[in-house]
């Protein structure tokens, strides 16, 4: 696997600092950096030495040994995961630049500086990362044993020191991006990602920074985006609850309890869990009623709504399904959320369309990343026609389209409808052509014919139209996977809260809307003026004055603008992949 600080195999670090340290008597100051301009805005580089008000624990000769030895064999003992080879350039950087300094240590005490910064390594999980990778809770054992000897042994200061330093480093590259390498889910990025000197930013944002500062810091390297700040926001909202869920399960009826039914025995623990999760308002909490009615299904349907089910407030076995899922479970579909969003590059533009594959959704950010369109669509089919998940970018709309049908449906669809029905080319406008596009017209379907098809010399077009399978307009980007997005004539699926029927290109609600938005740099190119072109009886292709970010994502976890959380199911399976990703990533080494 590529290095886990540079997913694409280079190391973070883009300019090496020369950095020297000095330890004066009556001013002494630690890590002391040149100034240097540094491209990296985003992290504030300095122009001035950054001292500190205090003074770090010295080594002795020994100690800067035992220092240099646990570094070259990039391998500490006291670690959970003890091996640290992608981080071993990093750590050495550190601490040659505190030129035989502990700079977490003072008067062989933890600075108020390591103190904030374990705090974090022990709550990594309000932060969607797990604390065993950061040794959380092995922290408040290392800290008695250090305020609890006296003397300490200066070996004991060298671990330490080390395990925080590189607890951090881990910590901070996870939360900038990710623990795995998106590439293993082959989603994939054509972005420069932003590069992040673990070295530099420990010596110049938290070595002499105050608990403030250090928060603030941490969270510059974090997504910018709303929606990220947003699931986080629910993530701990929701570990508080899971901690709070008595995980007693819902009885499940022989049939669907429907409203004004009084038959269904489990009214009262339905009530208490729609209140824990804030569907029913806190004082329905102890209504007795053996009658199903008013604002339980009211709040019934507002769930259902929340988790990608038909809001009929129907108590069905989809229904008690999503009641019963475990709260922890949530909890782990919000973490993978997380992860996901460290994936994206911190900018864009211009600002992005998002496709939500198990979410059915489409959505236009603006520059502020505000959602400013949304609609629904229609994705593959989750056995064998998946909609992958990558990065692109539109450059054009194509007006009234033709479709050149994929080889494979020309095989396992076409053919056999041919075979079937020797009109049937005619009655859905499609042709035969040949690789010039030359329409080839034959009387009757030959096996000479057949062949050709089957072996792709041949292949089948469908002609433009409202009948054509893309709808009048396509919105094209670059892609290996040959997918895009498209209108339907297929508008009864948007009526379906699950809606995978394709064979992996996107069909999207409302064409005209997201056309008239990519579009609306060119002013003649208002909705009227789109819905009448896509009335005439040519094929063309306007380009985009810039090409648009396109992000096919998946994530079974959505915070809305308004805080309310929503979660959908795992239709492809890539929340199982990513998990057990986690479980085995490549800290052990």
């Known amino acids: 696997m590529p290095s886990r600080t540079d997913r694409n195999g280079a190391s973070f670090r883009d300019l090496r ?110 932060e969607g990362l797990n604390p065993e990778d950061y040794d959380g809770p092995r922290w408040d054992g290392r800290i008695r044993a250090v305020e609890q000897s006296n003397p300490v042994p200066e070996s004991d ?14 910590y901070i590259s996870d939360l900038h991006l990710g623990r795995v390498n998106p590439r293993l889910f082959h989603f994939e990025l054509d972005f420069d990602l932003t590069n992040l000197d673990l070295s530099e930013f420990l010596r110049q944002r938290l070595i002499g920074a105050s608990d403030e500062d250090i928060a603030a810091a941490i969270g510059a390297v974090e997504p910018p985006f709303p929606t990220y700040h947003r699931i986080l926001n629910a993530l701990r909202t929701y570990l508080e609850l899971a901690r709070r869920d008595d995980g007693e399960l819902l009885p499940v009826p022989r049939k669907a309890i429907r409203p004004g039914d009084s038959s269904y025995t489990g009214l009262l623990q339905l009530r208490k869990r729609l209140v824990l999760l804030g569907d029913l308002p806190e004082k329905e909490k102890d209504i007795v009623s ?39 479970r949530r909890v782990a579909q919000l973490q993978l959320t997380l992860e996901r969003l460290r994936w994206l590059p911190h900018q864009f533009h211009p600002s992005p369309i998002v496709v939500n594959i198990p979410e059915f959704r489409l959505r236009a950010i603006d520059e502020q990343y505000h959602w400013v369109l949304f609609m629904k669509v ?22 009234r389209p033709n479709w050149n049908v994929p080889l494979s449906i020309v095989r396992a669809e076409l053919l056999p409808h041919m075979e079937r029905d020797a009109a049937y080319l005619t009655k859905n406008s499609y042709e035969i052509v040949d690789s010039s596009e030359t329409v080839v017209s034959p009387v009757v379907l030959t096996e000479p014919i057949k062949r050709q098809l089957r072996s792709g010399t041949l292949g089948i077009r469908q002609t433009p139209g409202p009948n054509n399978a893309l709808g009048l307009l396509k919105f094209d980007f670059p892609n290996r996977h040959d997918v895009y997005l498209h209108g339907t004539p297929a508008r009864q699926l948007f009526s379906r809260s699950r809606r995978d029927f394709s064979h992996g290109c996107i069909r999207v609600e409302d064409p005209v809307a997201l056309a008239a938005w990519l579009l609306r740099d060119k002013r003649e190119w208002t909705a009227e003026h789109i819905r009448a072109a896509t009335l005439a009886q040519k094929t063309f292709r306007v380009d985009l004055e810039l090409p648009v970010p396109v992000l096919i994502v998946y994530g079974t976890a959505v ?28 800290y052990p080494e």
């Not at 630690?30 to 001292?51: L, Q, W, Y």
């Not at 200061?157 to 881990?170: G, H, I, K, Q």
């Not at 349907?301 to 089910?309: A, D, I, N, P, T």
């Not at 994705?379 to 007006?399: D, E, L, W």
């Open 17 to 126: 600092f020369v950095c020297f340290a000095l330890l004066l008597m009556f001013l002494p100051t630690v890590c002391v950096k040149n100034a240097m301009a540094e491209a990296d805005g985003r992290f504030g580089a300095v122009a001035s030495p950054v001292k500190l008000a205090f003074r770090p624990q010295q080594l002795t000769e020994i100690g800067t040994t035992q220092l240099h030895g646990i570094i070259d064999a990039a391998e500490l003992a006291d670690l959970r995961w003890p091996k640290f080879v992608k981080y071993r350039t990093e750590v050495r950087d550190f601490y040659d630049a505190c030129d035989g300094a502990l700079p977490w240590m003072r008067e062989l005490r933890p600075t108020p500086q390591a103190l904030a910064i374990i705090q974090l390594l022990r709550t990594a999980d309000r």
């Open 290 to 328: 053996p009658i199903y009615q008013g604002a339980l299904v009211t709040a019934v349907k507002r769930f259902q709504q929340r988790h990608g089910l038909e809001p009929n407030g129907l108590i069905d076995v989809e229904t008690l399904n999503d009641l019963n899922t475990p709260l922890s």
């Open 378 to 399: 229609v994705v593959g089919r989750a056995y064998g026609h998946q909609t992958p998940v990558f990065a692109s970018n539109i450059k054009s709309v194509i007006f």
């Open 157 to 170: 200061l060298v671990r330490f020191d080390m395990a925080l330093t590189v607890s951090a480093m881990r």
């Open 559 to 586: 915070v809305m603008e308004d805080g309310e959380v929503h979660f959908f199911r795992d239709i492809y399976g890539q929340d199982a992949a990513l998990e057990q990703a986690l479980v085995s990533h490549s």
